[in-house]
């Protein structure tokens, strides 16, 4: 039998055993919520938007190696990045920038996907109520 995290990219292993940005945070402008109802992994991504941009991004995942490594490398790709931008980011792209994912892993990076969007809908919730 083979071991699930044996086809993991070095870039998946590196994000899984040093993740970045794992935590919550205090007073986030955004807090999207992303949960596969298969596997029951669930993904927290916590945003800080200045200006349109997303200043901070931390996250809270509890779930496979894959959907860690996933939100791990979701947080590097929006910090710095506008809202539209940030909302152009594919599933595809995460697991590219991971340097691929083995095939029964591509819906732990549709988790960071809806994470982003969840994120971001709050925000604009927050924005409009303030
Ligand atoms: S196995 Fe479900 S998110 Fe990875």
């Not at 055993?17 to 999207?32: K, L, Q, S, T, Y």
């Not at 995460?94 to 892993?105: D, E, H, N, S, V």
Request: net charge negative; aromatic share 4%.
């Amino acid at each position: 039998m083979e071991e699930s995290t044996g086809p993991y990219s070095p870039i998946v292993m590196d994000h899984l055993n040093h993740p970045r940005n794992i935590g919550e945070m205090e007073h986030p402008d955004g807090v999207g919520e992303a949960q596969n109802p298969v596997c029951g992994d669930t993904m927290r991504l916590f945003i800080k938007v200045e200006r349109d941009r997303i200043i901070e991004a931390t996250f809270l995942t509890f779930g496979c190696g894959a959907a860690i490594a996933s939100s791990s490398i979701t947080t590097e790709m929006i910090k710095g990045k506008t809202i539209e931008e940030a909302l152009m980011i594919s599933d595809q792209a995460i697991g590219k920038a991971l340097g691929g994912l083995p095939p029964t892993k591509i819906h732990c990076s549709i988790l960071a996907e809806k994470a982003i969007q969840a994120a971001v809908i709050d925000y604009r919730k927050k924005v409009k109520v303030s």
